[in-house]
């Protein structure tokens, strides 16, 4: 089982990024996937969830209204488009899977990708 998180980078703020996370060795469709974020000296917190069949939403109240989460079965791949970025959007990014929507102990985690929002 693969995760793979992309497209973080430097950003200044109200900016835009696309993260990516492509998955490999299960069936994707059968998990929901999560966004999670870790910045600098804080704990992990949960930032979107995608559901696996109905691609439910959901987001942290952080987030609320600037990023949107996206399922593509067929590519495997999950996206959190990150809208309107402020520099406390600042940390590193990791998508995960569980069968339980929501889960705040995801089964399988990819590596991260950085997010800086800074001018």
């Known amino acids: 089982v693969q995760l793979q998180a992309s497209g973080g980078g430097l950003v200044q703020p109200g900016g835009s990024l696309r993260l990516s996370c492509a998955t490999s060795?299960?069936?994707?469709?059968?998990?929901?996937i999560g966004w999670f974020r870790q910045a600098p000296g804080k704990e992990r917190e949960w930032v979107s969830y995608?559901?696996?069949?109905?691609?439910?939403?959901r987001y942290a109240d952080p987030v609320k209204g600037r990023f949107a989460i996206s399922r593509d079965n067929a590519k495997n791949t999950v996206y959190l488009q990150m809208n309107n970025l402020k520099p406390e959007d600042t940390a590193v990014y990791y998508c995960a899977a569980d069968y339980q929507y929501g889960s705040v102990r995801p089964q399988y985690w990819g590596q991260g990708t950085q997010v800086t929002v800074s001018s």
């Open positions: 060795g299960f069936t994707m469709g059968d998990y929901a």
């Open positions: 995608i559901s696996s069949r109905d691609s439910r939403t």
